[in-house]
């Protein structure tokens, strides 16, 4: 089955504690992305990756970094989380970047 | 960079009305407008996208129209139904994605 995962799910953590969010597809996509939302503000693009070894900042770079490695995986790194970044967390692939992007389940990420 | 302003932010609709939502941008080099709908708790899914190539799109009760000049575009679906209920997002690409704020739709049985 065609989809992108992400893990965890869920998470409840404390300021300063490094944490990684992973996202992984099977689809064979070239461009990734790592977005946020937050209530009355849509998707805001955190990062995005149009190929291995390629990386751009999207809208909302502070504070995240990102990997790609490998094409099918895209870890989201926040390396000194704080309560600012609480949010629910989507990662997406697409064959290209003028194409149907397909969404991983969410991360919700809570920040005490 | 881009800016993309979504109007209205809610939207409430008796079934069967037709529903528009509106969207601007401010990047005139982008050139993909795609639409997502959303609903509690899940994930945004793709329902109609446009490139810039093209100024109308239609897919059954949904169309997208895109006014270059203006730089903007809207949704439209007509003969609403209470499952067209969502949050709907349009979003402008040139490298980067950058998605509207949202319109939250009501469709009333």
């Known amino acids: 089955e065609a989809q992108v995962t992400q893990n965890p799910r869920y998470l409840i953590t404390v300021t300063g504690k490094k944490l990684t969010v992973t996202c992984s597809q099977n689809?064979?996509?070239?461009?990734m992305s790592w977005y946020r939302q937050d209530p009355g503000l849509g998707l805001r693009q955190i990062y995005y990756s149009m190929n291995v070894e390629v990386t751009d900042k999207g809208d909302v770079p502070e504070g995240y970094k990102v990997s790609r490695k490998e094409k099918r995986n895209f870890p989201l790194i926040l390396e000194s989380p704080s309560p600012n970044q609480t949010s629910l967390y989507f990662c997406?692939?697409?064959?290209?970047?003028?194409?149907?992007?397909?969404f991983g389940p969410g991360t919700r990420l809570t920040v005490l | 960079g881009e800016n993309v302003e979504q109007h209205p932010s809610t939207l409430s609709v008796q079934e069967g009305d037709s529903a528009v939502i509106k969207c601007t941008y401010s990047d005139s080099a982008s050139n993909y407008f795609p639409w997502y709908k959303q609903e509690l708790g899940k994930r945004p899914q793709l329902i109609i996208d446009?490139?810039?190539?093209?100024g109308e799109k239609k897919d059954q009760r949904i169309a997208v129209t895109l006014n270059k000049t203006a730089k903007h575009f809207s949704l439209h679906i007509t003969e609403t139904q209470p499952e067209d209920s969502a949050v709907y997002f349009c979003a402008a690409s040139k490298s980067d994605m950058r998605f509207g704020a949202g319109t939250r739709l009501t469709v009333k049985p």
């Open positions: 997406a692939s697409t064959r290209d970047r003028r194409d149907e992007q397909f």
């Open positions: 446009i490139r810039s190539n093209v």
């Open positions: 689809m064979n996509h070239e461009y």
